[in-house]
């Protein structure tokens, strides 16, 4: 079994900052892609940064040049930088894994960012 463990979300002014985390654990044999997804209320789930093993990295358009994501290969965990956080950022973040080539197949329970004066 695999689970995945957030944290780092809250309660942010804007243009402030935040780090997001996520640690996997369990039987894993392999991680191949990481990603970390958002909804926002009455939103559906969408894209917001993926990092393959070998460290290339994908963003979603509303947050390139403000948001960062790695990894530790050896801790099994993605990390989310996120800076100057708008308060259209404000969302429930989802980490993601993919112990497979082809799809993510486990998430977590989500960690709530609000961005707010």
């Known amino acids: 079994q695999v689970q995945l463990v957030e944290s780092g979300g809250g309660l942010v002014q804007p243009g402030g900052s935040l780090t997001l985390s996520c640690a996997a654990a369990g039987r894993i044999r392999m991680i191949y892609n990481l990603g970390w997804y958002r909804q926002a209320p009455g939103k559906q789930r969408e894209l917001v940064a993926a990092i393959t093993r070998g460290g290339n990295t994908n963003y979603g358009e509303s947050v390139k040049g403000r948001f960062t994501i790695s990894r530790d290969n050896a801790k099994n965990t993605v990390y989310l930088q996120m800076n100057s956080l708008r308060p259209e950022d404000t969302a429930v973040y989802y980490c993601?894994?993919?112990?497979?080539?082809?799809?993510?197949?486990?998430w977590g329970q989500g960690t709530k960012v609000t961005v707010s004066s």
């Open positions: 993601s894994i993919a112990t497979n080539p082809r799809a993510y197949d486990y």
